[in-house]
């Protein structure tokens, strides 16, 4: 059963940027076909998905925040992170990271991290 | 604004069925059967609970089920328990623009 876990500073400031990590353990993120995401959930509302990197690397962004958006990994330590520049208090969420797939199988997000709470504040 | 529309709400007595409803376009869920619906609870990650519009996966109850027709999808739970009171969401996969869409959640009350 893969596990995942969200790291990365619970509190930025305005116009800084945002950098988290996600922590896959139970199964490689280079594994054929799996999609590795980052998902926000701002306080009270509803799921936002962010982005994803593809097994192969390939990286795929929400039209919203792809100016701001860059989604990496680092396969030696099964890790996929994501850096949101330019943070505002709008970007304020609980950040999940989760896996979508396999390949065929879209949004079927089976795995989450317990998720982490960013807040934007001065 | 999200763009799957959900009911913010719906409720439901112990034993009842309850119907969620997530409408959608010609781009995201008419489009693909590729719809997911997701538990989440307080506090907590969600949990996915239908896939592929119909499919469940592995240890949820078959008391959830799902289905579509057209641009809405919709996710049922029959025998309602106190335990199925949580937030609801739906989600769809939107093409190689948009890729993935989400509902704006349904919060179920169990009476």
């Known amino acids: 059963q893969v596990q995942l876990q969200e790291s990365g500073p619970g509190l930025v400031k305005p116009s800084q940027t945002l950098s988290l990590t996600c922590t896959v353990s139970?199964?490689?993120?280079?594994?054929?076909?799996?999609?590795w995401n980052w998902i926000r959930q701002q306080p009270g509302k509803g799921l936002e998905w962010i982005g994803y990197i593809f097994y192969s690397g390939n990286t795929y962004y929400n039209p919203s925040l792809e100016s701001r958006l860059a989604i990496s990994r680092d396969t030696s330590k099964n890790q996929f992170s994501l850096k949101l520049t330019s943070v505002t208090a709008a970007d304020t969420a609980v950040y999940y990271c989760?896996?979508?797939?396999?390949?065929?199988?879209?949004?079927?997000?089976?795995?989450w991290g317990q998720g982490t709470l960013v807040s934007v504040s001065s | 604004q999200s763009a799957l529309t959900q009911p913010a709400s719906v409720s439901g007595s112990p034993g009842q069925s309850i119907t969620i409803s997530c409408t959608g376009t010609s781009n995201d869920v008419g489009n693909y059967n590729l719809v997911s619906w997701y538990q989440q609870y307080p506090g907590k990650a969600p949990k996915l609970m239908i896939y592929?519009?119909?499919k469940r996966p592995s240890g949820v109850s078959n008391r959830f089920s799902g289905s579509k027709s057209g641009n809405t999808a919709s996710l049922t739970i029959s025998g309602l328990q106190a335990a199925d009171e949580a937030n609801y969401y739906c989600c769809s996969y939107a093409g190689t623009t948009t890729f993935v869409v989400f509902g704006g959640g349904t919060k179920l009350t169990v009476l």
């Open positions: 989760a896996r979508d797939g396999p390949y065929g199988d879209r949004v079927k997000f089976d795995s």
């Open positions: 139970g199964g490689s993120i280079s594994i054929n076909g799996y999609y």
């Open positions: 592929d519009v119909t």
